[in-house]
């Protein structure tokens, strides 16, 4: 089992930044993908970013120039630099890995709030 715990979210005013950090722990064999997702009321959720275990990126074209993904593989983390943000940025954010334990699966976090005010 992968336990997910996300940190960083709150209110931030239009322009500003946010930092959100995903650490994984437990019976971890690899990492593969690590992914943000994010869910504003009344929508689906949708992909923000994801990063592949060699490190190659892709952005959801809403965020791309201000968004930027990364991890530290050797401590299981991944984080969302987050600049220029906007009021539609705001949602509940999840953090997305695949790894193996060894059986393959999917695991999400509990989710953090990113209110952007206008």
């Known amino acids: 089992q992968v336990h997910l715990v996300e940190s960083g979210g709150g209110l931030v005013q239009s322009g500003g930044s946010l930092r959100l950090s995903c650490a994984a722990s437990g019976s971890i064999f690899r990492i593969y993908t690590m992914g943000w997702y994010r869910q504003a009321p009344g929508k689906q959720r949708e992909l923000v970013a994801i990063?592949?275990?060699?490190?190659?990126?892709n952005y959801a074209d809403s965020v791309k120039g201000r968004f930027t993904i990364s991890r530290d593989n050797a401590k299981n983390t991944m984080f969302l630099q987050m600049n220029s943000l906007k009021p539609e940025d705001t949602a509940v954010y999840y953090c997305?890995?695949?790894?193996?334990?060894?059986?393959?699966?999917?695991?999400w976090g509990q989710g953090t709030q990113v209110t952007v005010s206008s």
């Open positions: 997305n890995v695949r790894a193996s334990t060894p059986t393959m699966s999917d695991y």
């Open positions: 990063i592949m275990l060699g490190g190659s990126t």
